[in-house]
């Protein structure tokens, strides 16, 4: 069901929000234990607000289009007295004091929200194994990581526990899961979406962005929430910036397709069904060009595991014992207080990054290490300048597999980071990008990755629409 | 390779506690990650400016103005939630 056929629905009166919203939590009560998408779920909660919107249709009054649809948001995302855990032991009991900006706007909207769902510990992780609350399964196979961090969200779609739900992206962790699962994952440019009430991971590339079923929910979702907020000073206004399509018909579209993106390691049935993709394309008279974008692979990883933790580990520091969530007993005085917090409550890949952060953030190797760093994601920038002078769009794969199996990757970080390797450089430029489904390895689900210019949210969803009528 | 001594100095910065095994752990698993980054040798940025976000904003202000009339008592003190019970 999307979010226009529940709108339509609850409208029509075929059913009422209170059946909408039963009918998903039944959903969640035979799936959750299998799947493990859901940390919590505020049953309670949606059934009051299911309440106040059935009253609203009962009176005659006209509805938002996200009114009554039920939603999952991801778990680092506060939502007031709702337990806000980012899947970490250090916040396991921690109760959210406020609503996070996207939460406010889609509560006047009228949405319904389900629940708060899995991700990888503090949104550091490609697979939502880094969970300190355990694994969310792949809904197409059991067996396989829906991806991360975002996985829990991307599970709770594709499974239909609910209409389209919230998740974050730092480095690839909406589109990647969203490629994963066979759903679409919306990032939106960085600045597009407030950021106030989002668990700050690397404040200069996280953004907050739906995961839907269609590309038309998806733009239904980015409008609800997107905009200008005073509460989070790097949000900008869009205006008719967004609606910008600088093509109105397919044949003006010049699409831009990375050579370095088909790398050695990339999976055959992956760079089959990217391949049949730009084929579509062309042959509904798109201009496909062959592009390069020389730093945008293997020098945007290194940088990107470089600024990330350094940003990571100034954002955990909060996480202290003392304001706020787990603290250790039997601490000796309070530095020790900060030690055994901090070690007990904060799982192995949170301490990796942050003590990788401190390190490249330290006297000595600062220079050689962040800062070298920053100016190679000036050189990514200037890649993309380059490309989009050409192109409007920019077409790769999200990720070069499909989903893997539970543990292949857990033992080795670096064979992790390495999923991200055609994500990262679109947030460490800060674009706005797109992941569809394209088709199937066997029975996974694969996805294409769209990417557009800055505040272009409309080229690469119109793009993403077409693609799909293609298909 | 990064040093014992190294991973336990970092620690400390960060207000981490580590147990022996763990030092012995993160020392494997950092010492892999910044071998990576030797990558980065290679690429003469010298001529470059560095990046610190993509945001296309700068210096966003406001008034220095209470958005809401706070409650005040005798004209020059706030009144606010109690903070210890």
């Known amino acids: 069901m999307t979010i226009s056929q529940a709108h339509q629905g609850l409208i029509k009166k075929e059913f009422s929000t209170l059946e909408l919203t039963k009918s998903f939590l039944d959903k969640i009560e035979d ?70 900006t996207v ?79 066979g759903v679409v994952g919306l990032k939106p440019t960085y600045g597009a979406v407030s950021r106030y009430g989002l668990i700050a991971m690397a404040s200069s590339l996280d953004q907050i962005g739906p995961i839907t079923k269609t590309v038309a929910d998806a733009k239904i979702v980015f409008d609800a929430i997107a905009g200008k907020d005073p509460c989070d000073s790097t949000s900008v206004e869009l205006n008719s910036k967004f609606q910008s399509t600088n093509y109105k018909q397919i044949q003006n579209l010049r699409i831009g397709v990375p050579k370095e993106y088909f790398i050695e390691g990339i999976d055959k ?23 390069s974008l020389p730093h945008c692979t293997n ?11 350094s940003e990571v580990s100034a954002n955990m520091a909060r996480y202290d014992g003392i304001r706020y969530g787990y ?44 800062l070298k760093a920053q100016k190679v994601r000036t050189k990514i920038i200037e890649d993309f300048d380059k490309a989009f002078k050409k192109s409007d769009i920019i077409l790769t794969p999200v990720c070069p597999t499909p989903a893997f199996k539970i543990g292949e990757k857990s033992k080795d970080p670096l064979s992790m980071y390495l999923a991200d390797i055609f994500t990262i450089a679109v947030n460490l430029a800060g674009l706005p990008a797109i992941s569809i489904p394209a088709g199937r390895a066997d029975s996974l689900p694969v996805g294409i990755q769209l990417i557009g210019r800055p505040f272009e949210e409309g080229n690469i969803l119109d793009a993403g629409e077409i693609f799909e009528k293609l298909s | 390779m990064i040093t014992k001594e190294e991973v336990k100095h970092i620690a400390e910065l960060a207000r981490l506690g580590l147990s022996g095994k763990e030092v012995e752990k993160f020392q494997e698993e950092l010492s892999s990650i910044l071998d990576y980054f030797k990558k980065l040798q290679k690429l003469d940025v010298s001529g470059t400016a560095a990046t610190s976000h993509p945001s296309a904003v700068k210096n966003v202000m406001r008034r220095d103005e209470a958005e809401k009339e706070p409650r005040k008592i005798l004209s020059d003190f706030l009144k606010v939630k109690s903070i210890l019970k």
């Open chain 1, 31 to 100: 799936s959750n234990k299998k799947i493990f998408a859901f940390l919590t779920i505020t049953s309670d909660l949606a059934l009051a607000q299911a309440k106040k919107i059935d009253d609203l249709i009962f009176a005659g009054g006209d509805i938002p289009m996200l009114a009554g649809v039920p939603a999952a948001i991801k778990d680092n995302i506060l939502i007031e007295d709702v337990r806000c855990t980012a899947a970490s032991k250090i916040l396991e009991d921690y109760i959210a004091i406020y609503d996070a």
């Open chain 1, 299 to 309: 020098y945007a990883l290194a940088a990107y595991y470089i600024i990330m933790p």
């Open chain 1, 327 to 370: 603290s250790a007993k039997g601490a000796d005085d309070l530095l020790d207080v900060y030690l055994k917090s901090r070690q007990q409550g904060l799982g192995d890949e949170v301490r990796r990054r942050i003590m990788l952060g401190t390190y490249t953030l330290s006297a000595g190797y600062y220079e050689s290490y962040y």
């Open chain 1, 269 to 291: 049935d992956v760079e089959r069904i990217v391949r049949e993709a730009i084929k579509k394309f062309e042959k509904a008279g798109a201009k496909i060009e062959e592009i």
């Open chain 1, 103 to 181: 939460i406010n706007k889609l509560k006047n909207q009228g949405a319904i929200i389900l629940g708060k769902t899995n991700l990888d510990e503090f949104a550091m992780g490609a697979s939502t194994e880094n969970s300190a609350f355990g694994a969310t399964k792949n809904p197409h196979d059991l067996t396989r990581v829906p991806g991360g961090s975002s996985g829990g969200s991307a599970a709770a779609v594709a499974s239909d526990m609910v209409v389209y739900s919230l998740g974050s992206d730092t480095g690839g962790s909406i589109r990647q899961p969203a490629s994963f699962c």
